[in-house]
């Protein structure tokens, strides 16, 4: 099993920043992707970015080029520097690990961002 905490939602004013951080505990070997997804009310949860343990990044949907994904290493915490938010943006932010090709999944709680114009 995997744990994921994060940290970093809150409030923030449109055209601000706000930095999520997630980090992972217990069987971390057991996965190799890490990444954000999220949730706004009434959509489909999805991804904003992802990065492997080597260090690969994808990016999605709307914030891509808003948005940095980067990791303290290999197996070190997850962090999302998102930028230049919009009151689009406000949804529930959940951290994600997994195995690729597999059904090895875990996810956070979830930490609430939301963006007032």
């Known amino acids: 099993q995997v744990q994921l905490v994060e940290s970093g939602g809150g409030l923030v004013q449109a055209g601000g920043s706000l930095r999520l951080s997630c980090s992972a505990s217990?069987?971390?070997?057991?996965?190799?992707?890490m990444g954000w997804y999220r949730q706004a009310p009434g959509k489909q949860r999805e991804l904003v970015a992802h990065i492997t343990d080597a260090g690969t990044t994808n990016y999605a949907g709307s914030m891509k080029g808003r948005v940095t994904i980067s990791r303290a290493g290999a197996k070190g915490p997850v962090s999302l520097q998102m930028n230049s938010l919009k009151p689009s943006d406000t949804a529930v932010y959940y951290c994600?690990?997994?195995?690729?090709?597999?059904?090895?999944?875990?996810w956070g709680q979830g930490t609430q961002v939301t963006v007032s114009s």
């Open positions: 994600n690990a997994k195995r690729a090709g597999t059904l090895t999944n875990y």
């Open positions: 217990g069987d971390i070997f057991s996965v190799n992707v």
